[in-house]
T-cell receptor, first 113, second 117 residues
Framework: AQSVAQPEDQVNVAEGNPLTVKCTYS??????LFWYVQYPNRGLQFLLK??????LVKGSYGFEAEFNKSQTSFHLKKPSALVSDSALYFC???????????FGAGTRLFVKA | GAVVSQHPSWVICKSGTSVKIECRSL??????MFWYRQFPKQSLMLMAT?????????EQGVEKDKFLINHASLTLSTLTVTSAHPEDSSFYIC?????????????FGEGSRLTVL
């Protein structure tokens, strides 16, 4: 069965500092991995994905994520946080033969000015 | 591209009435759409997979007679909450992926907040 774990309910970071939002996954076969962001009372917006190839994936708004197969992790990172990055972030996984996307519990990011 | 429109954004209804929520893919075709429910401070719970021209596939524990899903065309899926009760109050979100792109990301509607009085 597929599962996604986001171990932190909340991450606090000062503006200008680097940020990391953690994600680990469990899936049979090769995973398709995604990060989405949600602002209050809105739907989710796609940030980036890993399908195959380079382990470092770059996405929207300066975000990037690194796929680590041995650690089954796909942490989201940004070199310099902005206050406007404050939102709810979801990691998601789908297996290669599957159709459903499974979401983690979400991590709320607070960036303080 | 890849815009999903969801309507209405907010709806308040009386207990016992039915509410319909529409999900449209505006610039792509989607043979499959997904309906999620999100509780406050919680993740998205997949309710059902909506299949164009056939019956929806419901997740375990989701009442198919309570949450009616119709996917009549390649760009429209509807979720009807029948005989709504206060416990059905929630944020409902639909998503879709362009047909044939199994590796693709999902595109989400803006969500519909249902409040049942």
């Amino acid at each position: 069965a597929q599962s996604v774990a986001q171990p932190e309910d909340q991450v606090n970071v000062a503006e200008g500092n680097p940020l990391t939002v953690k994600c680990t996954y469990s899936v049979s076969g090769n995973p398709y991995l995604f990060w989405y962001v949600q602002y209050p009372n809105r739907g989710l917006q796609f940030l980036l994905k890993y399908i195959t190839g380079d382990n470092l994936v770059k996405g929207s708004y300066g975000f990037e994520a690194e796929f680590n197969k041995s650690q089954t992790s796909f942490h989201l990172k940004k070199p310099s946080a902005l206050v406007s990055d404050s939102a709810l972030y979801f990691c998601a996984v789908r297996n290669t033969g599957g159709f459903k996307t499974i979401f983690g519990a979400g991590t709320r990011l607070f960036v303080k000015a | 591209g890849a815009v999903v429109s969801q309507h209405p954004s907010w709806v308040i209804c009386k207990s016992g009435t039915s509410v319909k929520i529409e999900c449209r893919s505006l610039d792509f075709q989607a043979t499959t759409m997904f309906w999620y429910r999100q509780f406050p401070k919680q993740s998205l719970m997949l309710m059902a997979t909506s299949n164009e021209g056939s019956k929806a596939t419901y997740e375990q524990g989701v009442e198919k007679d309570k949450f009616l899903i119709n996917h009549a065309s390649l760009t429209l899926s509807t979720l009807t909450v029948t005989s709504a009760h206060p416990e059905d109050s929630s944020f409902y979100i639909c998503s879709a992926s362009p047909s044939g792109k199994n590796t693709g990301e999902l595109f989400f509607g803006e969500g519909s907040r249902l409040t049942v009085l």
